[in-house]
């Protein structure tokens, strides 16, 4: 059974930063593309960064460009995402997402993904 476990996630002020990790289990995606979403109440969700199993393709939404940083550790089947200068226009519920097909370009959305975690939650305070 695979199992995405989200991590990391909480209640941060406007300019703060929080590390979300996302830890895999029962198969390997280190050859797969890996994503973060995220949902705001009464919003549809939205895709936030996607990276390859190389980082060779990395794909940002352009609310966080240069903010939030995605990165992988395929060893421990895991992806991160580092969040900074956060807004709380960030505020939402973070998804992570695993592509289970065999391609190697990560898509924007959230159709491309075959596996998804529980959410966790990330406030930001004004």
């Known amino acids: 059974q695979v199992q995405l476990v989200e991590s990391g996630g909480g209640l941060v002020q406007a300019g703060g930063s929080l590390r979300l990790s996302c830890a895999a289990s029962?198969?390997?995606?280190?050859?797969?593309?890996m994503g973060w979403f995220r949902q705001a109440p009464g919003k549809e969700r939205e895709f936030v960064a996607a990276?390859?199993?190389?980082?060779?393709?990395?794909y940002y939404a352009d609310s966080v460009k240069g903010r939030f940083t995605i990165s992988r550790d395929n060893a421990k089947n895991t992806v991160y995402l580092q969040m900074n200068s956060l807004k709380p226009e960030d505020t939402a519920v973070y998804y992570c997402?695993?592509?289970?097909?065999?391609?190697?370009?990560?898509?924007?959305?959230?159709?491309?993904?075959?596996?998804w975690g529980q959410g966790t939650q990330v406030t930001v305070s004004s």
């Open positions: 997402a695993a592509d289970g097909s065999g391609t190697y370009f990560p898509s924007r959305g959230s159709m491309g993904y075959d596996y």
């Open positions: 029962g198969r390997t995606f280190s050859r797969s593309p």
């Open positions: 990276r390859s199993w190389s980082g060779g393709s990395t």
